[in-house]
């Protein structure tokens, strides 16, 4: 039985990929390294992210890295934007008594500030930025809420995000409107398929009616 589900953000709850695009190749000129399109970033972009930076030419640390991304993240002027769907599930699983959770690598701060701004953090139990090894955060959202792992889902858009999951043993979702294409998520063999969001209220509703 589900009973928690935790979020990636950026390109699964936020629709941000242009900004997050932008950032990352305004990181990657100031440090030296190349400038790709959208398409390329699209293809070739990964996470942990400091293998992407060193593949593009950039020889900073992480720390710098990070500096300068957070930079020009405090200074992006695109616009971003929840998912369409994303508060009408966040309603439903509230409404279901599930634990709702956010691990993200985007900064602490900047997903705290976004989701306030949303007007999401009431649906949220637990948000846990600057998570480059989501497992532990995973992991600690077990803890926290004396759950099972196969009682939690972890919804991400990200070929890494199947791959954390997998390793805490909770059932995996990949999202197919964020950053990694369906080829991409696909052989990653992920439990659960969403083509958008609100797909998930299926298998929430699925598991009441094998209970009744």
């Keep these: 039985m589900i009973k928690g589900v935790i979020f990636d953000w950026n390109g699964t709850l936020s629709d941000d990929i242009p900004r997050v695009f932008s950032v990352a190749m305004k990181t990657s000129e100031r440090l030296g390294g190349r400038v790709l399109s959208l398409a390329e970033y699209r ?46 599930l966040l309603k439903f699983l509230k409404s279901h008594g599930i634990i709702v959770g956010i691990v993200s690598s985007h900064p602490g701060y900047a997903l705290r500030a976004e989701a306030k701004t949303y007007g999401i953090s009431r649906y949220l139990d637990f948000m846990k930025g600057d998570a480059h090894a989501k497992r532990y955060h995973i992991a600690m959202f077990l803890r926290l809420y004396k759950l099972k792992p196969k009682e939690v889902v972890f919804i ?48 929430v509703s699925k598991q009441e009616k094998n209970m009744r």
């Design 43 to 88: 293809r070739l972009v990964r996470n942990p992210y400091m293998p992407f930076y060193r593949d593009l030419g950039c020889t900073a640390s992480k720390k710098e890295t990070n500096r300068w991304y957070q930079y020009y993240l405090n200074r992006s002027k695109i616009p971003v934007r929840l998912f369409p769907d994303a508060v009408k």
């Design 156 to 203: 991400g858009d990200m070929a890494n995000d199947i791959e954390e999951g997998r390793k805490c043993g909770v059932i995996t979702a990949a999202y197919l409107r964020g950053v990694d294409s369906k080829s991409k998520l696909v052989p990653q063999k992920p439990d659960i398929i969403l083509p958008t969001l609100l797909s998930l209220k299926k298998h």
